[in-house]
């Protein structure tokens, strides 16, 4: 099946520093890649919708200038977290929808990436 | 707002018994509906996912879809020490390219 690929799965970064999460489809050309986050026992939160050439719309409460979200390609996202603090440290995980299956009705995640700021 | 509404739980059942995992959503605008497992620390693996009202079941699984009553349900049959997990609840809108709106998840424990 689709495989979307989130690297890196772990990574610490010092409070004050950028990180960059990158969430690649690995044999599919996907349309539109989302961004979640998710805090310990609570659900995944979308933060934003991303097509391949075009601005990531966000949502409520997102701040853009923060959290940059490139799609460069149709088999790449990246989301930068800049300017990282601990309150940012959570799970987040892509999900790529597939251009050509069912109307782009099938959305595949990635692995997560944990980020711990300290 | 679109909301995914339910119960946290924590459901327990014992080895060998029927789960039910409920789901409500506000959005009658909502198309697909899905629902995922989560284990603790990694990604949602996809379960199953349902289109049309009535019942829809592979292996083990049986998803229940009512629009009229904005419902959907998970039944888990001959349920295992393994499927203790977080099961996630998500409805998406018809158009291609929109997401999966999720709701917090119910946590399932199966005693054997």
């Known amino acids: 099946g689709a495989v979307v690929s989130q690297h890196p799965s772990w990574v610490i970064c010092k409070s004050g520093t950028s990180v960059k999460i990158e969430c690649r489809s690995l044999d599919f050309q996907a349309t539109t890649m989302f961004w979640y986050r998710q805090f310990p026992k609570q659900s995944l939160m979308l933060m934003a919708t991303s097509n391949e050439g075009s601005k990531a719309t966000y949502e409520q409460g997102v701040e853009k200038d923060k959290f940059l979200i490139n799609h460069a390609s149709l088999t790449l996202s990246t989301l930068t977290v800049t300017s990282a603090h601990p309150e940012d440290s959570s799970f987040y995980i892509c999900?790529?929808?597939?251009?050509?299956?069912?109307?782009?009705?099938?959305?595949?995640f990635g692995e997560g990436s944990w980020l711990t700021v300290v | 707002q679109k909301e995914v509404e339910q119960n946290s739980g924590p459901l327990s059942v014992p080895e060998g018994a029927i789960a039910s995992l409920n789901c409500t959503y506000s959005d009658r605008g909502s198309q697909s509906f899905f629902w995922y497992r989560q284990y603790s620390g990694k990604s949602p693996e996809l379960i199953m996912f349902i289109y049309s009202n009535g019942d829809k079941e592979d292996g083990r699984f049986t998803a229940q879809l009512n629009k009229a009553s904005q419902y959907v349900s998970l039944l888990i049959r001959d349920s295992q020490p393994s499927d203790s997990a977080t099961y996630l609840c998500a409805v998406k809108a018809g158009q291609a390219g929109t997401a999966l709106i999720f709701g917090k998840g119910t946590t399932l424990s199966v005693s054997s």
């Open positions: 999900s790529a929808s597939h251009r050509a299956l069912d109307s782009g009705n099938t959305i595949y």
